[in-house]
């Protein structure tokens, strides 16, 4: 039988697979993806928390289902860093980061368009999970390269030593699991 972790989070209760980054390591699969009712709480208990912000911003592809529902609850506008330029993009900006569940350098794009939306606007980063911090780095320089200011980042799990920080908001605290 798998292991898993008991999470509970905006009141809402899952069982998390662990799944093994290496031999050392295991981490707590948090997928959002098709759990609506957890979305719809995570999202309701972030912008409970969030201060006042213009827009949010969020990385493909778990952040969307949040940042989705975020933008629906609070009628502001969403923006998602895609994972490469499209061809829509008239002038893509992109940027790399590192992520702990892929282990690969991975790009980040958005479009100079969505950029000059986030000029004069307060920014709310938005992800799932901030773990080592590399997509929240990656949002943070496209947020950047705007006029915009950063009026959070927020996700609705930090994991590991992301728990220790206090540049972030987050609903709960998410252990690694050292073997």
Do not use: W
Not at 29 to 50: G, H, P
């Amino acid at each position: 039988m798998r292991k898993t972790y008991t999470l509970t989070v905006a009141g809402v209760t899952r069982e998390l697979p662990l799944c093994p980054v290496n031999e050392k390591l295991d981490i707590a699969a948090f997928v959002m993806f098709s759990d609506v009712e957890l979305t719809i709480a995570c999202a309701k208990a972030l912008l409970e928390r969030a201060p006042e912000f213009d827009v949010i911003l969020t990385a493909e592809a778990k952040g969307i289902p949040l940042a989705y529902e975020m933008s629906r609850q609070s009628g502001k506008r969403y923006i998602p860093a895609r994972k490469g330029p499209k061809l829509y993009m008239e002038n893509p900006v992109v940027v790399e980061d590192i992520s702990i569940t892929t282990q690969a350098v991975q790009k980040l794009v958005i479009d100079q368009k969505d950029i000059e939306a986030m000029d004069g606007k307060r920014i709310l980063i938005v992800d799932d999970v901030i773990s080592t911090g590399g997509s929240l780095h990656a949002l943070e320089t496209l947020a950047a390269k705007s006029t915009g200011t950063i009026a959070a980042r927020a996700a609705v799990l930090a994991e590991g030593d992301a728990a220790e920080r206090d540049d972030i908001l987050f609903l709960e605290p998410l252990p690694l699991f050292f073997k």
